[in-house]
């Protein structure tokens, strides 16, 4: 537990935060305020207060700014990817060979993670952005690229076991794959595959690790301020749009064109949220069943990187074996973790989040069936069908009958491979 006095940091909107502070990320946005103006009055009055000072604390107010301290206030070591130590040659030329094949379906996002110290989703971006020639073709800044990537890969959270930067660097290399597809790579634009590139990377920013309806009843102010409506999401995405702007990425186009590529985000991102799957399955249907889809037209681009980003978000189950296995106990564990804190402070458990109730592989069977399946099956006949989607489908499908076999080889206690802590 926290070893300060809490008391001097009491939430005024939750009155059970103040037994929270250490476990949720409930009220660290009225705790760090208060830490931020602490430092800064304290800073004032020696006349030191540096806007570097100011800026690095302002950036506190995050969730991931909220871990690190919450860490640092537990007495832990903090952990900064790729500040430990340097990697020698012979990993980078590892790294360099795997992305030499970066495009293929069975590319090991965890390998190259840690091939590259923990900065796969900066190497990728700058990488795939290379090949694009993107950074000429918007004439962009390195030094400010490297800033907001770097920023991005920062905000994620590498304690979430799944919703961390390896999670965006594969939905990424998943969405490179995607964008090569032949029924869509000839007619994409540079800023398509831009955007395209730039949604899947930050698609999760700073990501709690614990989902809307638990937001919702805990009242966090996020919930409150997104109206209960796309709450993550919405946040993934004005985030993205906070760190374009303090890094003025995009500060030397003009007005109207960053505010649409702002715009364009954001309508990218949003499609992520999974409660919205009918919304475009069912739109998606219709243009494949009218034979409609004109790819000409920004319009009809834009949707399909909609669902281009929607089926690399859950693309998982489509890989091979060894990576969807390792996918689909990282996404389990982080629903335990958010029904072991649900348990610990007397709230329903939600769906899913039971490990006692709630197998791996019946979670997996469900999230196919519902959620993968219906998506990748449209996707398929779309790219009329590709290699890569042929290849995708038959790893789906031998994926389900696994677990399958694994849900009725196995009771619930036997399939869990994650010990409460
Ligand atoms: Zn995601």
Same mark, same amino acid.
């Given at each position: 537990?926290?070893?300060?006095?809490?008391?001097?940091?009491?939430?005024?909107?939750?009155?059970?935060?103040?037994? =929270?502070?250490?476990? /949720?990320?409930?009220?660290?946005?009225? #705790?760090?305020?208060?830490?931020?103006?602490?430092?800064i009055s304290a800073s004032a009055q020696q006349g030191e207060v540096e806007s570097g000072t100011r800026r690095k604390i302002k950036r506190l107010l995050s969730f991931q700014r909220y871990c690190h301290a919450s860490r640092l206030l537990r007495g832990l070591v903090p952990h900064t990817p790729g500040s430990l130590h340097l990697l020698d040659d012979d990993y980078l030329g590892q790294a360099a060979h795997m992305l030499s094949k970066v495009g293929t379906w069975n590319f090991d996002i965890f390998l190259f993670d840690r091939l590259t110290n923990g900065n796969s989703l900066v190497t990728l971006m700058c990488h795939l952005f290379n090949v694009y020639g993107l950074i000429?073709?918007?004439?962009?800044?390195?030094?400010? =690229?490297?800033?907001? /990537?770097?920023?991005?890969?920062?905000? #994620?959270?590498?304690?979430?076991?799944?919703?961390?930067?390896?999670h965006a660097?594969?939905?990424?290399q998943a969405m490179?794959?995607?964008?090569?597809?032949?029924?869509?790579?000839?007619?994409?634009?540079?800023?398509?595959?831009f955007l395209g590139l730039m949604a899947a990377a930050a698609h999760d920013v700073d990501h709690p690790g614990v989902n809307q309806p638990f937001l919702i009843k805990t009242r966090h102010h996020l919930a409150s301020l997104y109206q209960n409506t796309s709450v993550l999401e919405s946040h993934h995405w004005r985030s993205t749009v906070g760190m374009l702007r303090e890094s003025g990425l995009l500060s030397h186009l003009p007005a109207d064109m960053s505010q649409d590529m702002e715009q364009q985000l954001g309508s990218l991102i949003l499609a992520t949220d999974i409660s919205r799957q009918n919304e475009f399955l069912l739109t998606f249907r219709e243009h494949l069943d009218n034979q409609d889809l004109d790819l000409q037209l920004a319009s009809h681009r834009h949707f399909i990187l909609q669902i281009a980003l929607k089926c690399a978000d859950v693309c998982n189950p489509c890989r091979v074996w060894e990576l969807s296995r390792q996918w689909s106990e990282r996404v389990c564990e982080e629903f335990y973790r958010q029904g072991d804190l649900e348990r610990k402070f007397d709230l329903e458990i939600s769906p899913l989040c039971n490990q006692q109730a709630d197998s791996v592989p019946s979670i997996q069977i469900g999230f196919i069936s519902y959620i993968v399946e219906p998506l990748f099956?449209?996707?398929?006949?779309?790219?009329?069908?590709?290699?890569?989607?042929?290849?995708?489908?038959?790893?789906?499908h031998k994926n389900k009958a696994r677990w399958s076999r694994l849900r009725y080889a196995h009771t619930p206690s036997d399939t869990q491979t994650h010990s409460h802590k």
């Open positions: 537990m926290c070893v300060v006095d809490k008391s001097a940091f009491v939430c005024t909107l939750n009155p059970t935060c103040h037994e =929270l502070l250490c476990e /949720l990320p409930l009220c660290f946005d009225n #705790y760090f305020q208060t830490l931020f103006d602490i430092v000429h073709h918007f004439q962009l800044d390195m030094v400010k =690229l490297h800033r907001f /990537l770097g920023m991005v890969q920062e905000d #994620y959270h590498s304690q979430n076991p799944y919703h961390n930067a390896v660097a594969d939905v990424t490179y794959c995607y964008l090569k597809e032949p029924k869509l790579a000839e007619q994409l634009s540079p800023l398509d595959v099956e449209e996707w398929h006949r779309f790219t009329e069908p590709s290699l890569l989607s042929q290849t995708m489908m038959g790893h789906l």
